[in-house]
């Protein structure tokens, strides 16, 4: 779990102050999720090579939001549509990152 807060404990989870660290604490493991607010998701893109996107028809309120992937970056190779028994429809898109043509520019990972 990734906390500023050095307090915080919860049984079964480790805790990491900062993205580098928890990327250290998974080191080695088949897949690793990162969920979080904006800036997490921002600092832990760069580490990414797949995404799971849910594309929720719903304006909600809020203050943090995933932007569109780079197409240029990122290819979908898969999109499942369905609908929520409340009516709600969605979609989950698999994205992988496209691998940088030799000699291009490649984005550096940020620390959080």
Known sequence: MLSRDPAWRHE??????????????VAGLPEVFIAGG???????????????VTDIELD???DAWFDEPD???????????????????YAIRELIRRRPAA??????????
């Open 38 to 52: 904006g800036e997490i998701y921002h600092a832990g893109l760069a580490h990414a090579d797949r995404l799971l």
């Open 12 to 25: 079964g989870c480790e805790r990491a102050g900062s993205l580098p660290e928890a990327l250290e604490l």
């Open 71 to 89: 197409p240029a970056l990122w290819r979908c190779v898969s999109r499942q549509e369905q609908t929520a028994a409340s009516g709600l429809r």
């Open 103 to 112: 000699g291009s520019a490649t984005i550096e990972p940020q620390p959080l």
């Open 60 to 62: 909600p309120e809020g």
